[in-house]
């Protein structure tokens, strides 16, 4: 049996969450697969309740679960950054989730803001390193709130962190089957020790892919021809902060953050799954956002898990419903989340 920890968390993460949950249910029933749901008070609220964010009697728990599935986190009354470390940094980095997986794939009857690109032009995966570079927390200030204030972020790179994520990105590819193609996204003619670091790694372990075809980008080019030419792209690889950037363009051209799903991998340990969007407070409540990525997280937990048939059955679901204008990617009228996380759960059902 499956044991899966589910923290809805902030403003609208208890809603898409829920309707993820329902998704889930009829997949687990119509698959045959047996699984326990362990919820967890983890959030904004009981932050400004209790002080505590995670236990570590609950890193504890959560360190044996299955899998981690995440609603949203943000609270209007919690200073930025202090959830977002508390929780998702804290959970990615001590359970050593050092790959964060974006597909970016435009489905039918999803409205893209580029001109003439289709379903069939943007079909791509971001693979993000999760656990170094700029998040890695090193850094200090000095003579605060001064005129000669100092403040320093230093982004680490390890050989071992850069090559495993590299070899997780080819063998991605390799899997993926569709044109064999992976770019290396970095900035190495102007961070030049750091990215100089991934570009040969890059090659090393590439000359191990002969199958594969190699190439590389600049950040700030990729941006362009992800507009341009998104269907250049097969597989990305790149470090945690041009991940970040580039995952939420990748997001808009796929239709907005309401289609955006990830996961936060470790492949030998428990790993997490999440909607890309935020909690959007102001949203909270009213039942008109979209829980299609949502949805789409749990169906990537269940293909982690190696429900792979179950996983695909969700995202077969979430295709019919865009393509025949059952369910909108974006946000809607109130009771639209609902009626939404119906309509896939029907479709599961069959």
Not at 2 to 13: E, F, M, N, W
Not at 118 to 136: H, W
Not at 332 to 344: S, V
Request: aromatic share 8%.
């Amino acid at each position: 049996m499956y044991r899966i920890a589910s923290l809805p968390c902030d403003g609208i993460g208890p809603e898409v969450t829920a309707e993820a949950m329902k998704v889930l249910d009829v997949a687990a029933s119509k698959f045959d697969i047996d699984y326990e749901i362990v919820d967890y008070e983890i959030g904004g609220d009981r932050y400004l309740r209790t002080g505590d964010i995670i236990t570590d009697a609950e890193m504890d728990e959560l360190s044996k679960m299955d899998a981690i599935y995440l609603g949203a986190v943000g609270h209007n009354d919690v200073k930025p950054g202090i959830l977002e470390h508390g929780i998702l940094l804290r959970l990615r980095f001590e359970f050593d989730q050092y790959i964060n997986l974006r597909p970016v794939k435009l489905y039918p009857g999803v409205p893209c803001p580029l001109r003439d690109k289709g379903p069939e032009d943007i079909d791509f995966i971001v693979v993000r390193e999760n656990t170094e570079g700029l998040y890695a927390g090193v850094g200090g200030s000095l003579k605060t709130d001064t005129p000669d204030e100092v403040a320093t972020q230093t982004a680490i790179y390890t050989r071992k962190g850069t090559e495993r994520i590299i070899r997780y990105a080819m063998e991605l590819c390799r899997k993926r089957g569709k044109n064999n193609s992976i770019h290396c996204v970095d900035k190495a003619n102007v961070l030049t020790h750091g990215h100089d670091l991934w570009r040969r790694t890059f090659a090393q372990v590439g000359a191990e892919y002969e199958d594969l075809t190699k190439d590389y980008a600049f950040v700030d080019a990729c941006c362009m021809w992800f507009v341009k030419n998104p269907e250049w792209f097969d597989v990305i690889v790149t470090c945690n902060m041009f991940g970040d950037i580039i995952t939420d363009l990748g997001a808009m051209i796929q239709g907005g953050m309401g289609v955006a799903a990830s996961g936060n991998i470790n492949p030998e340990g428990v790993s997490m799954f999440e909607p890309i969007h935020g909690s959007a407070p102001r949203h909270a409540g009213k039942g008109k956002v979209s829980p299609l990525a949502a949805i789409c997280a749990a169906g990537m937990m269940l293909e982690h898990l190696g429900q792979v048939e179950a996983g695909k059955a969700i995202e077969d679901a979430v295709i019919q419903a865009l393509g025949q204008g059952q369910v909108k990617a974006v946000t809607g009228d109130e009771g639209e989340t609902q009626k939404a996380g119906d309509i896939i759960a029907a479709l599961v059902a069959g």
